[in-house]
Structure formats: C-alpha cells, structure tokens
C-alpha cells in the first residue's frame, strides 16, 4: 500500500511541475503588410504587352515584349509611406511614355494578401485624399525575399478586357 501512494504522489508531483511551466514567446510584432513590402524604389525588369482578347480566344501571337521600346528601360517607379507605413505619394520616373499618371497618391486595396483569388489591388489617386482615382495596378506577384513584384495594368472597354501590361520590377537598394 505504501508503495502504490509514493507512486500517486510522484505522478502529482511531476504533473504539478509540467503544469507550472510557461512557454515563453517572446513580445507581439504586428504582421507584415504589403505597404511595407511595396515601400520603395523598383526598377522595370521586363515590360510586356498582353492582348487579352486574342489570349481568350488562344490567338497567336497574343503577346509582345515592350521592355526596349520607347525607352521602358529607363522606367523607374517610387512608392512612399509615412512612418507608420501608410501610403502617400508615388512617382514613375524616367523618359518613358506615360501608361498611367507618373505622379499622384496610393493605397491599397487590402493591408494583407487574400486568400482568395483576387489579387490586391494598387489603387492610384490624383489627390492626397484619395478620393479621385486615376487607376490601379494589381500586384500579381507579392515582393517577398526576392525583393521582385509583378504588377498588372488592365485596360477595359464596356467592362472587357482587351489589354493588359505586366511590369516586372526589381527593389532598387
């Protein structure tokens, strides 16, 4: 009997001294978001031109490369936050023809990548308060490690697309 309320007492003890222990996980960091990732200089990669209607209907060719013409190698592209990583202003820089406004305000769509299918969108603006919004590009490649992004231009008519451009970028350090 002795020896069945020593092994009782062992297995309270060593419960005790499981439960007591604390895991440490060190202090709260808020997530990363896509502003911080997208934050930046990026220099353009590759420029490439998509005929979205000739792509749908599996016409070739449906694609053209515009990375040397006119210039889009030269194609810069600056997007600013604040300190606490809010959007304000962005500016393409570079002698390149102009396929959205080269200068103005940002946000975007969402602060975190979705799970869903649609891409985040970056959302372009004539003013400060963001309330006239001149276009927007879909990220279709978040920067992560790499430090590359893709983003999509869409052009639409009587809510079709019929042309797209994809940017793919490089962070400039």
């Known amino acids: 009997m002795k020896c069945k309320s020593m092994y009782w007492l062992a297995v309270m003890i060593s419960l005790l001294a499981i439960g007591c222990d604390t895991i440490e996980d060190g202090s709260h960091v808020d997530p990363i978001t896509i502003y911080e990732k997208v ?6 990669t590759n420029l490439k031109m998509v005929d979205e209607f000739a792509k749908a209907n599996k016409v070739e060719p449906s694609e053209e490369n515009l990375s040397t013409y006119f210039n889009y190698e030269d194609f810069k592209i600056k997007f600013n936050v604040d300190e ?20 103005g305000y ?68």
């Open 39 to 44: 934050n930046g200089n990026w220099e353009l």
């Open 84 to 103: 606490k990583n809010r959007p304000t202003s962005y500016e393409v820089t570079g002698d390149v023809p102009a396929l959205f406004a080269p200068k």
């Open 106 to 173: 940002w946000t975007l769509s969402s602060d975190f990548q979705q799970t869903n299918a649609s891409a985040v969108r970056i959302l372009l603006y004539s003013d400060a308060q963001k309330t006239q919004k001149t276009d927007e590009l879909r990220v279709t490649s978040v920067p992560g490690k790499n430090k590359e992004m893709q983003l999509q231009l869409m052009r639409t008519s009587g809510g079709v697309d019929f042309v797209s451009y994809v940017f793919k970028l490089n962070a400039i350090n």
